[in-house]
């Protein structure tokens, strides 16, 4: 999987722009494994006209799925669905939640659509400071101090996308702190 951290847009000023889109795969076949019917938590009512800009997020952890639009036609927070994909990147071990900023949105919504909408598995969103310090006993992999604390992070993976690809990429977005995790 990939871990994402996002940095504000004022943080991005002058920054390299990110790599061309992904050309479509040709005579692609995903792999997927197999999971037990998705609980769709909803899907978003009928977006306002003119606004394309979908987010699909699936929980592994929680089997849930969520599509919806995070910002309005107007330009401004999608609040009700803000709550839906704050809830589906609530902490796996304690169901505690907390916002996920838009920058963060914005970032995951970019990879989606540079990978012409392949869909994000969120393997990890929000760790409560319990569920972090539980991982910190057990591996050296989680920071004292992780963005997922914040809600400012996630390690994700996208189907039939090769972790490496999407790696590179991720970096190409110079848009925050990018792990990588081969596994």
């Not at 076949?29 to 609980?39: D, G, L, T, Y």
Request: with cysteine.
């Amino acid at each position: 999987s990939l871990a994402l951290a996002s940095f504000s847009a004022a943080a991005m000023e002058g920054v390299v722009p990110p790599l061309p889109p992904a050309p479509p795969p040709a005579a692609f076949k995903a792999v997927i494994p197999e999971r037990p019917p998705v609980e769709v938590l909803e899907r978003s009512p009928t977006v306002s006209p003119g606004w394309d800009r979908i987010l699909s997020l699936y929980s592994r952890h929680w089997n849930e799925l969520f599509e919806g639009p995070f910002l309005t036609a107007e330009g401004t927070s999608d609040e009700e669905n803000l709550l839906r994909f704050r809830h589906l990147m609530r902490d796996k071990r304690t169901g505690e939640e907390i916002d996920i900023p838009v920058d963060l949105l914005y970032l995951l919504r970019e990879i989606q659509e540079h990978f012409h909408g392949a869909q994000i598995e969120i393997v990890c969103g929000y760790r409560s400071p319990k569920t972090n310090a539980s991982l910190r006993r057990r591996s050296r992999s989680a920071a004292r101090n992780s963005l997922h604390m914040k809600g400012w992070a996630a390690d994700i993976r996208l189907q039939g996308i090769p972790v490496e690809e999407l790696h590179e990429y991720a970096l190409s977005l110079h848009a925050g702190g990018v792990g990588y995790y081969p596994r």
